[in-house]
Structure formats: C-alpha cells, structure tokens
Nanobody, 126 residues
Framework: QLQLVESGGGLVQPGGSLRLSCAAS????????IGWFRQAPGKEREGVSC????????NYADSVKGRFTISRDNIKNTVYLEMNSLKPDDTAVYYC???????????????????WGQGTQVTVSS
C-alpha cells in the first residue's frame, strides 16, 4: 500500500529554518511528482511547492518563493522541503502528496493529488 510519511516539523522562531521530509513506502518515488501543501486553522489547504519525478521542474507558491526549496533523493525515496526565513504566517500543518498514476505535470493544485501523508505541524512563533 502506498504511504507517505512527513517529519521534521516543530516550533521555530521567526526568521528560523526547518527541513521537512516526506518518506515513501510501498512504492518508489522516482516516477511520481510530489507536492507539498499546508493548512492553517480555519483556512483551506493550499499548495506550497511541487517537484517533477526527475527534479527537472519545480514550482512554488508566491508566498514562499525565495524562502523555500524543494528537492528529492530518489535513492532514499524521500522528498524534502527546506524552509528558511520562516514567518508566523507559515504556521500550519504541512502535508506531502502524490498524484494517482504518478502525475503528468508539476502542479500545486490539491485537486491533482490523491495520496496524502498524515501531516506534520510547523509553528513559527517567538
């Protein structure tokens, strides 16, 4: 069974950094586009970033451009989200996701993803 497991969340001060990991089990990531999403209390889940299967293409939400970097290590079957210059507005539960059948384009629309992890909490506060 295909599973995604996020880790690396926590409490960080404004301006700080965190690296989230998305580990896959039950399948190999190398043929899948992977997306990162987040959901703050009372808000809809929003796309943060995505990466194509061969890392040739990435996409970012405007709110995180220049601060977040997505990458993948297909040997470790893991995708990462490096988050720098964190702001209180970045506080949310962060999810990684994969489309059914691998996906054909790197999109940060949640409607294009069918497999989801359980999420990891990121809190940015002083």
């Amino acid at each position: 069974q295909l599973q995604l497991v996020e880790s690396g969340g926590g409490l960080v001060q404004p301006g700080g950094s965190l690296r989230l990991s998305c580990a896959a089990s039950g399948f190999t990531l190398d043929s899948y586009i992977i997306g990162w999403f987040r959901q703050a209390p009372g808000k809809e889940r929003e796309g943060v970033s995505c990466i194509s299967s061969n890392s040739g293409r990435t996409n970012y939400a405007d709110s995180v451009k220049g601060r977040f970097t997505i990458s993948r290590d297909n040997i470790k079957n893991t995708v990462y989200l490096e988050m720098n210059s964190l702001k209180p507005d970045d506080t949310a539960v962060y999810y990684c996701a994969a489309p059914f059948l691998g996906g054909s384009r790197c999109s940060i629309s949640r409607y294009e993803y069918g497999y989801w992890g359980q999420g990891t909490q990121v809190t940015v506060s002083s």
